[in-house]
């Protein structure tokens, strides 16, 4: 009876460590959930000037979170990057066979960043960002707000922007990838718009693939703008190597 019992228990003790050790993963992504969603509330709050380096020290000295600052970046934009320290989570899930088990329990690799851009030694604007995986290294969802002083998108490069001055979009399917873009003359409710994320998603059992869950008030209004545009043909004015009329 009692070999028949440690016999039991060597079966299950697999079993349970498994268990266990997904219940721990489960966890801390809970945990660093809620630190990604701070990290978010605090890069809304952030000014673009130069007083927002040692705020952004500061957040990333905080409990779960990580600071990275980049070296010998003098003469191009570079990023100070703040993130939930799930770094280790993200790296195991990108071995496929746990990838496939972590999406029968709700879990995925997954990173999310609030930065603050810097060129010539000022501030130029503020950055939030979350990215998944699937088993790889490369994202299979990425998307972005970004905050700049200064845009590079032009009426030219997205002519809705005649619709709400210095609020933009990029989106490439291709890759999966979503980008809203606010600068000087972006009224504040666009503002907000741009940096609103449904970070319910990094905890969801549901996986969230598409932009409209993950940046939903972006997305309307990108899918807005695309209207707009359709009956708008007269937009169709500037050509490929000629010099931008606006």
Same mark, same amino acid.
């Given at each position: 009876?009692?070999?028949?019992? =440690? ?5 299950? #003790? ?12 489960? *966890?801390?992504? /809970? ?15 952030? =000014? ?11 957040? *990333? ?9 980049? &070296? ?17 989570? !993200? ?22 960043? *609030? &930065?603050?851009?810097? +060129? ?13 995986? !699937? ?6 969802? &990425? ?14 490069? /997205?002519?809705?922007? =005649? ?5 933009? +979009? ?17 009224? #504040? ?5 741009? +940096? ?9 059992? !549901? ?17 807005? &703008? ?14 490929? *190597? ?5």
């Amino acid at each position: 009876m009692m070999l028949k019992h =440690k016999w039991l228990m060597f079966l299950l #003790a697999p079993v349970v460590l498994t268990f266990g050790f997904f219940l721990f993963l489960l *966890g801390a992504n /809970y945990y660093y959930a809620k630190r990604a969603t701070y990290v978010l509330q605090r890069i809304r709050a952030l =000014k673009i000037d130069n007083s927002s380096i040692a705020e952004l020290k500061r957040l *990333g000295s905080e409990h779960g979170l990580r600071y990275d600052e980049p &070296d010998n970046c003098t003469d191009r934009p570079y990023l100070h990057i703040v993130s939930p320290n799930n770094q280790w989570m !993200q790296s195991l899930l990108k071995s496929p066979t746990l990838a496939r088990l972590g999406e029968h329990v709700g879990l995925r690799g997954w990173l999310a960043v *609030g &930065d603050i851009e810097l +060129f010539n030694q000022q501030v130029t604007g503020k950055v939030y960002a979350v990215a998944f995986f !699937q088993g790889h290294l490369n994202p299979e969802v &990425d998307l972005a707000a970004w905050d700049e002083r200064d845009s590079e998108v032009d009426l030219c490069s /997205y002519y809705p922007l =005649k619709r709400h001055p210095g609020y933009a +979009f990029r989106n490439a399917t291709n890759i999966r990838s979503f980008r809203a873009l606010v600068s000087t003359g972006a009224s #504040a409710q666009n503002r907000s718009r741009a +940096f609103q994320f449904n970070l319910k998603c990094l905890t969801s059992w !549901q996986e969230c693939g598409q932009f409209s869950e993950l940046m939903p008030a972006a997305w309307a209004d990108y899918e807005e &703008d695309g209207k707009w545009s359709e009956i708008h043909p007269n937009n169709l004015v500037w050509q490929v *190597g000629t010099k931008c009329p606006y």
